[in-house]
């Protein structure tokens, strides 16, 4: 059983909404997985319904083989679980939450807590309420970390912070699962900060699954091309390579998964005329954009 | 060795609101004696036990909110933080049941609230046999009970409206709860509520798991 | 666990509306019960009833008489407005009238249902019965009656050994058995003269305790075979005919003669000490005993000889024979209240409503929520005991389960 997460059919709505439906996807071991998609599209639903925290319609979504509605404890403290904005008990100090955390879980690994605690420069007594949002991340990461869990969910692990936090979060956050082959599964609404994170990335929309794949193969495979048309009103939407295109008047920018060669044939064969046609290099995010669109 | 963790974070949370309550009801109680030893010493022993056993008087009156009051004050201190920003799933997550980590919580604000009635109460009681016989104290306990017992069911539906997800279900909650809690409260006379009190005993402990229901629908996303 | 809670909570929700909704109901839709004021005429030998509200005064026959008409009716009863109007005759049936007499036979006795069915009190002062002042004094201790009596003194809260040990030898030496079953006495400084108390002991056995310049007198009172008193109610009239009013156990009223401790029985019936309020007017020439339950009013003339004169009764409908009543029926499967107007205690007083109507719609409502989980096409298997609750506890059960819904529970 190579996969650590899996989800098989899952529906939800809230009320007559639809948020998404027979959503499919797995989670294998030691992989970093970003769940990518614009505002909601079911992030945060998929996240809670991988913590137990709703009922999804129908489906269901099984982590270590368990359905995640009835976790047991031992397979609870197999999973560290970060909430959006950093959630952690505000009440408590750095010295406080480590002791109470510690005793939950028979792995404890005190040390990377207090690595990343040292870098924080703040008396181990200041309440957590008091602390900035991005100290407040390193807390809530240090315990996650120390937990020493298998699997690791993120939930928009990048709200709040700013970029120095982020950098410091991401690049601690990915040596560490490399180094101890952990299990990540993380969403975030910067996906610059993904590039750096993740190995695959699960895109979702509406619709349903977008793309599921290693973050190489899919930046080596989509592709955008730039031209210009002569005729403006020369229309390729229907063109089945077409993932996504953008006309500004005669300005194209097209998004697929085709090569050059395919799409100029297309050009080619249906008498459309275009110049300045180049091929733009993407970052993770333009690729995103381009698969979803902006809209 | 795991509820003694849930007990450590419960107590961070209540510690201030618990102490606090119960040195403001040892205060309360002490000016209530107060008042009752110089009425002692300007109207006459025998005058205010005249007036306890055949005019009415419930010179204890001034306790009846006190448990209802602290019941409300421990459920806001525990259960509130965990409302904001959802932390509740922080408990839920902890690697034990999610009932289990409730009852342990609940279990803690409960014992809690009654050490701080035993405090509050006990030292009434004790200071009321320094003037009172055995019968006029028990009487007096008698009609406090309920209150008592008022204390800890505002508790337990504070948790279940607190816990509860939906604003609607809170005010319907809210609601049952508030008219619930009238009938620990039918002005009566002294010792009236002693063929009652087992019956309101039941109540109050049927409702202890009340908080399981609202987390219950927290946990499968209602909103 | 979590279902477990929610039928709790519904539960818990029943009962909260099985207090309130009845309340709001009978507040917004009850009617004043109007009582007429009913008593014996010395002169015409008949009942004169006033009915307040409709402002008429008549005697049974059903002839009609002017305010001043019927109050020369009562001479006994109202007295100084005859007095003042000048209408006072000077004998009736033979027997001339003199003030003083007037005022000395004159008595009034009032006992509620929840007077009897209340919680007793923990102490009683024992009055000095001969202490040569014109007024009583309160005393410095109050006494309790468990294996022995005990005084026990108010400024320190200690028990009065001497004292104690004095009258609970008396006591014991009369034979009484501890501890009290019942005390009864005026425990008010504010009576004419001190009688002490009457005290139903352990084997239902009668005394009358009295403190006589700091001794005790006690007197053991023939009790008939069989006859055990249930409440005994001290009355302090001027003409110190008798001690006390006493209800036994079979709702038989007595009473206690003063210096002979004869216990008369009254040739009264249909007074049930648990939901009767009594009232007893004594004058001259007779006493009027008004007993008055929910659905009857019933007045007696008893001449002084304790016989009866004659009786009149009058019924009323039930609130639940009225049409307010029969809605209600309907509508709501049972009341609870916590307090109830023949009893001080406050318990849950569970009344289910008579008839069969409110099965009726009780199973309207089922077939409305039935309906409506229908329509929300839910599995019915996860909602049949919620169905059943609504068939059992109707309006009640159906805002409970709405407020706790079943969701999420398959």
Known sequence: ???????????????????????????????????????????????????????????????????????????????????????????????????????????????????????????????????????????????????????????????????????????????????????????SHIVQDMERLIDDLLIIDCKGVLAQTSVTQFMDSFNRFDFELENDKADMKNASFVVNLDKMKNKVELYTYSSESIVKKYLDDNNIKASNFAQVKMVLEDAFIGLTGKY | MMWKLVVYKEWLKIRWFLVGYTLLGILGVGYLL?????????????????????????????????????????????????????????????????????????????????????????????????????QMVIY??????????????????????????????????????????????VPAVTSAYSPANSGLFVLTAILSIALLFSAYRFRKGEM | MEKVSRYLLVFIAILTLAIILPRLYWMAFEKPVRKPFILYSCINDDFMIHRISEKTWEDTKG?????????????????????????????????????????????????????????????????????????LDLPDDFFRITWRIEFIDAATNMVLEEKSQLFSATLFQYGFSFPAKTISGLATP????????????????????????????????????????????????????????????????????????????WPVEGFDRSNSDLKIYGDLFNFTVVIESENQFKVIALDLDYQVVDTYTETRKLKE?????????????????????????????????????WIIFNLLLMAFHFTLLFKRKVKLKNHLADLGIVAVSGIFGLIAIWIFPNKFFD
């Not at chain 1, 030691?30 to 319609?57: A, H």
Request: glycine share 8%.
């Open chain 2, 34 to 134: 107060l008042t009752v030893k110089h009425d002692f010493a300007f109207s006459g022993g025998k005058n205010i036990w005249n007036s306890i056993l055949f005019l009415g008087n419930q010179f204890f009156s001034p306790l009846k909110y006190v448990s209802l009051a602290g019941g409300l004050i421990i459920a806001i201190a525990q259960y509130f933080p965990e409302t904001v920003n959802k932390r509740i799933k922080l408990s839920f997550h902890l690697p034990l049941g999610e009932n289990k980590v409730l009852l342990m919580m609940h279990t803690f604000g409960a014992v809690s609230l009654l050490l701080s009635f035993v405090i509050i109460f006990g030292l009434f009681s004790g200071f009321c046999l320094i003037y009172f016989p055995v």
């Open chain 1, 1 to 187: 059983m190579n996969n650590v997460i899996e989800c098989k059919n899952l529906t939800h709505y809230y009320g007559k909404k639809k948020v998404f439906e027979n959503l499919n996807f797995q989670v294998s071991k030691g992989s970093i997985l970003g769940l990518l998609g614009k505002n909601g599209t079911g992030k945060t639903t998929t996240i809670n319904i991988l913590n137990g925290f709703l009922q999804p319609r129908s489906g269901e979504c099984l982590i270590f083989g368990e359905n995640t509605q009835h976790l047991s404890p031992q397979t609870k403290s197999r999973i560290g679980f970060l909430i959006e904005g950093h959630i952690q008990y505000s009440f408590m100090n750095i010295r406080q939450i480590e002791r109470f955390y510690s005793g939950f879980y028979p792995n404890w690994k005190p040390a990377p807590f207090w690595e990343l605690m040292s870098k924080l420069d703040v008396p181990h007594t200041q309440k957590i309420s008091t602390m900035s949002c991005g100290q407040r991340s390193q807390v809530a990461l240090g315990l996650i970390l120390a937990q020493d869990p298998d699997l690791l969910i993120l939930d928009d692990f990048s709200m709040g912070l700013d970029p120095g936090y982020r950098r410091l979060f991401i690049d601690y956050l990915r040596e560490y699962a490399k180094a101890e082959n952990k299990t990540v599964f993380t969403t």
């Open chain 3, 321 to 357: 024979e009225q049409t307010e009543g029969k809605i209600f029926a309907s509508l709501f499967p049972a009341q609870v209240s916590m307090t109830s107007d023949s009893s001080k205690f406050i318990r849950f007083y569970v009344s289910i409503s008579k008839g069969l109507n």
């Open chain 2, 140 to 185: 007096s306990l008698i009609t406090i009970l309920p209150w008592v017992l008022a204390g800890f069911s505002a508790y337990f539906l504070g948790a279940l409206i607190i816990l509860e997800p939906h604003w609607m279900f809170r005010f319907y909650y809210s609601l049952v709860g508030g008219f619930f809690l009238t009938i620990f409260f």
């Open chain 3, 190 to 265: 504010r009576k004419s003269v001190d009688e002490g108390y009457l005290i139903v002991d352990a084997k239902d056995q009668l005394f009358h305790l009295k403190m006589i310049k700091g001794k005790p007198y006690v007197k053991t009172i023939n009790v008939p075979e069989g006859l055990k008193f249930k409440y005994i109610s001290c009355v302090d009239f001027k003409n110190k005919d008798f001690y006390a009013y006493l209800f036994s156990d079979k709702n038989e009223i007595y009473i206690l003669t003063q210096g002979d401790y004869e216990l008369i029985k």
């Open chain 3, 63 to 135: 002839q009609q008489y002017t305010r001043e008409e019927y109050e020369q009716k009562l001479p006994m009863m109202f007295l100084k407005q005859l007095l003042a109007s000048g209408t006072m005759p000077d004998s009736v049936n033979g027997v001339k009238l003199d003030m003083r007499d007037i005022a000395r036979e004159k008595s009034f006795f009032r006992l509620k249902a929840n007077e009897i069915d209340a919680p007793a009190p923990a102490l009683y002062p024992l009055f000095e019965s001969q202490s040569g002042r014109a007024m």
